[in-house]
């Protein structure tokens, strides 16, 4: 009986510096059995359970760093291989938790991130809905990890799976799969390993000019658009564009408002809004929607897409109605090419005809694992590539418009390959503080770790997202502090765009005083200033996949030093960012690479090769040039 279903590697080769050879082998196993995912929609705990080792003797041919091995038989597969020992590891795409991953087995299924992961109380609070996340948790993951010999490996199966770390000296892969296939790349440095890595997976495009000005994220209809607009200028805020998610209109729910899931502008809150874009293009104010692959019940798109069957289904073949939290939709089922070409020209005609010239592509990590697709697949081996087919839609509408390099997307969600497809990704919804798995910490975590993946440009939301107030649990609401130190965190990274957040009226924005305004426009004014800069550096994450914002590694990878800080990064080689990530902190410790540094703000110059503790009080945050 024909167990065992090994393929020649060579047909799947790509790194022809990776040397693979046989020996680095150090075991394959197989399994049996089943698995699940415990939790709700869009979070998920993996359970495995019934699991039963299969008796194969594998025969495997290993070429020019590639491995792919299966069983017939198998539902999972497990292959340990040797390393060097005393390796430290980067990556898994876009963690919140942990940037560097040495000693942990990591798991990689898209979800939601969850409210506070781990960050206590709001874990707690959240669990009451079994919300709270944990610290794997995570949009973005790709099963990638870069070891400090330069080398790295990624999982290039869809389904879910694990890279096991724990121990030193060996790796332990394993796909949810009767198959795994392992891709192997090896460079001379961490930048050329990226550079090998992004020629595989794919480079994000250069931005247009317009978004290196500052970005409102404001709503509430186009008289109060306008105002804040010209609010913002009369400070001198340099604002180039408004992120208007409210564009839609909104859905009053039991649990508070909502955006209503139908991709149309609302005439109600923007009449005649392709007007109201033009208006604002003219005033050199380019115009930002959103849009997510859900679709509000009852409404007239979605009985379209009933009607057309374009909507994933249930093992039944009904239509699978989820429950989204004070009301219920539909996700599209783009494993049906007719359903990936009617929400495409949606959004080429309801978005881009009426003069977007952006938008948040959101969510995409809900995906039912029991739910019946149009193509027949399996949605367990769909449910993380769905995350990437997202944000192919987006970008397939945007090329067909003939508007790349005008019109930007920035998504939220994605999985291997996303790099290639996404033009911006930015960090999802953190709590408004300073939490480091889930506030002002973890945002930086998530920059650096999936810049070590390929996601070249990334930021987050200026002040944060997730806003938390319930009676008797402590409350979670954004004070000018937490805002203050966001703005000067986001005005050093590519992209510097406010949120109103979660419950706007009862938080902080940046418009509450006038103390504040001129706060963020001097930071907006800052932002601005480096658009040369930045404009270098983008062009350069095109080219080569090095991303904006860089780990301390890749910019000194031969000193020691640089592995073992937190939070701190580089923008570029030259421009050091040592952020304050708690509640009343005024000065911030780091480490200084060899070289002089001088102070962006007081222009003082220190000498490098040392760790130090510099003053950072608000308003004046520890940034250097490097001299």
């Not at 049996?32 to 979070?43: A, C, E, N, P, R």
């Not at 033009?278 to 409404?299: C, Q, R, W």
């Not at 005008?406 to 960090?427: D, M, N």
């Not at 800052?526 to 301390?552: C, D, M, N, Q, W």
């Amino acid at each position: 009986m024909k167990k065992l279903l090994v393929l020649i590697l060579g047909l799947v080769s790509f790194s022809a510096s990776a040397q693979m050879k046989a020996t680095d082998i150090k075991g394959i196993q197989f399994y049996s059995g089943t698995f699940k995912f415990d939790g709700k929609l869009g979070s998920y705990k993996v359970k495995e359970h019934k699991f039963k080792p299969l008796d194969i003797e594998p025969k495997v041919t290993v070429t020019d760093g590639s491995l792919f091995v299966g069983s017939l038989e198998a539902s999972v597969t497990k292959v340990t291989i040797k390393v060097n020992q005393g390796l430290r590891y980067f990556g898994g795409g876009e963690q919140f938790s942990h940037v560097e991953l040495t000693g942990e087995k990591v798991p990689f299924i898209v979800e939601e991130n969850g409210i506070g992961r781990g960050d206590q109380p709001a874990t707690r609070t959240a669990n009451l809905v079994g919300a709270g996340g944990h610290e794997w948790t995570t949009y973005c993951p790709i099963p990638l990890v870069l070891s400090t010999d330069n080398k790295a490996y990624l999982i290039e199966n869809d389904c879910y799976s694990e890279i096991d770390l724990t121990v030193d000296g060996e790796i332990t892969f394993t796909a949810h799969d009767n198959e795994l296939k392992l891709r192997v790349f090896e460079a001379d440095s961490p930048k050329e390993l990226l550079q090998e890595i992004t020629a595989h997976t794919g480079r994000m495009p250069e931005l247009p000019d317009w978004t290196y000005g500052t970005i409102l994220g404001i709503q509430g209809g186009a008289e109060r658009i306008k105002q804040l607009v010209q609010d913002a200028q009369v400070y001198g805020n340099p604002v180039s564009a408004i992120w208007i998610q409210d564009w839609v209109g909104k859905k009053q729910t039991s649990i508070g408002s909502r955006l209503r899931w139908e991709w149309k502008p609302d005439e109600n809150t923007y009449p005649n809004f392709k007007q109201f874009c033009s208006e604002m293009n003219a005033h050199d104010i380019k115009v930002m929607g959103y849009i997510n692959p859900f679709l509000l019940e009852e409404t007239d798109m979605t009985n379209e897409a009933l009607e057309k069957g374009y909507i994933i289904r249930k093992p039944d073949g009904s239509p699978y109605l989820i429950p989204f939290g004070g009301f219920k939709g539909y996700i599209i089922d783009l494993s049906n090419p007719e359903a990936w070409d009617w929400i495409k020209d949606i959004i080429k005609t309801n978005m881009i005809g009426n003069g977007l010239s952006g938008w948040m592509a959101d969510f995409a990590e809900w995906l039912p694992f029991d739910c019946k697709l149009h193509s027949g697949q399996n949605p367990k081996d769909y449910h993380n590539r769905f995350a990437a087919d997202w944000a192919k839609v987006n970008r397939e509408a945007i090329e067909e418009a003939g508007k790349l390099g005008e019109v930007v997307f920035f998504s939220r969600s994605g999985f291997t390959g996303s790099s290639g497809i996404s033009t911006l990704f930015w960090a999802g919804d953190q709590l408004v503080d300073y939490g480091p798995n889930d506030g002002l910490g973890s945002a930086i975590t998530a920059m650096l770790s999936s810049g070590l993946s390929g996601m070249s440009l990334n930021h987050s939301d200026i002040g944060g997202y997730t806003a938390l107030k319930f009676p008797f649990f402590k409350n979670y609401l954004r004070d000018k502090e937490v805002l203050q130190r966001w703005i000067e965190l986001e005005a050093f990274t590519p992209l510097f765009r406010t949120h109103e957040g979660l419950l706007p009226n009862d938080m902080v924005q940046y418009y509450t005083d006038s103390a504040t305004q001129e706060f963020f426009a001097r930071f907006g004014k800052i932002h601005k200033e480096l658009e040369p800069y930045f404009k270098t550096l983008i062009k350069e994450a095109s080219e080569t996949g090095i991303p904006v914002i860089r780990h301390p590694w890749l910019v000194c990878p031969n000193d020691t030093n640089c592995l073992n800080t937190e939070y701190q990064f580089f923008v570029g080689d030259d421009m050091l960012v040592l952020p304050v990530t708690e509640r009343g902190q005024t000065s911030v410790s780091g480490y200084f690479p060899e070289g002089k540094w001088e102070h962006y703000f007081s222009k003082e110059v220190l000498e490098g090769g040392a760790w130090k503790r510099v003053e950072a009080p608000v308003g004046t945050p520890a940034i250097f040039w490097r001299k």
